[in-house]
């Protein structure tokens, strides 16, 4: 069995995602795992749609609507590979940080404890064998879409996890040097 940090080690994303995803009961642990990044004042200041079968095919009709309002030249051909992106996966979880007003905690470290959860989750789709990619593009920051799932006036999108089974081929991670990153200070 792989320890812990061979599985950190060999962590990738995976852009290309086939069914199925990882059933409910593997990822309702790995939310609860997850839900342990760590959160100053624990704010928790987070939450998650999970979106998957047909409702993903809403989520494409959020995503084509807005190709078609920034594009003014829009054809029907991009509003279709618009909406096609919500099928990449089986699963989409998008991730939201909810900013509570707090004079201790600014709103960049909210931004941190979201995402370190929804690291957290890419971590324990992966180590459970099956595999995800974290995508934002416009479709995180556009009104359309925010409004379409609800993201209220204190939220922002922190991004779109697609979760899925990984595909039979796939590139290795380019293994990183640490001395190229973390260095001794000694004052
Ligand atoms: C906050 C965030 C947003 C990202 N948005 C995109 C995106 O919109 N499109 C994309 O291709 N990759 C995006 N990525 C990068 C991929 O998730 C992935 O990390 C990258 O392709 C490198 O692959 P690796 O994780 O296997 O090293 C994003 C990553 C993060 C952390």
């Given amino acids: ?9 060999q962590r990738q994303s995976f852009p290309k995602l086939c069914d199925p995803a990882p059933d409910k009961k593997t990822m309702n642990k790995i939310f609860h795992a ?11 200041p987070w ?8 409702s993903r095919e809403k ?13 003014p030249n829009n054809t029907l051909e991009l509003e279709k590979s618009a909406s096609k992106k919500a099928l990449r996966a089986p699963l989409v979880i998008v991730g939201i ?3 509570q007003e707090n004079e201790r905690v600014p709103r960049w470290e909210q931004m941190v404890a979201a995402t370190g959860v929804m690291h957290n989750i890419s971590l324990g789709v ?21 409004s379409g799932l609800n993201i209220r006036e204190n939220e922002d999108i922190t991004g779109f996890l697609y ?5 039979e081929t796939s590139r290795r991670p380019k293994a990183l040097n640490a001395s190229d990153y973390f260095s001794e200070w000694d004052g």
């Fill in 163 to 167: 979760v899925g089974s990984r595909p």
């Fill in 126 to 146: 992966f180590a459970s064998g099956f595999g995800s990619v974290w995508r934002t593009g416009a479709f995180s920051s556009s009104e359309i879409v925010k």
């Fill in 47 to 54: 939450r998650f749609l999970n979106i998957e079968g047909v």
């Fill in 34 to 44: 997850s839900l342990r990044a760590p959160d100053h004042m624990h704010l928790r």
């Fill in 97 to 99: 940080v909810c900013y």
């Fill in 59 to 71: 989520l494409g009709d959020l995503f084509a609507k807005h190709a078609s309002s920034s594009n």
């Fill in 1 to 9: 069995m792989k320890s812990f940090l061979e599985i950190m080690a």
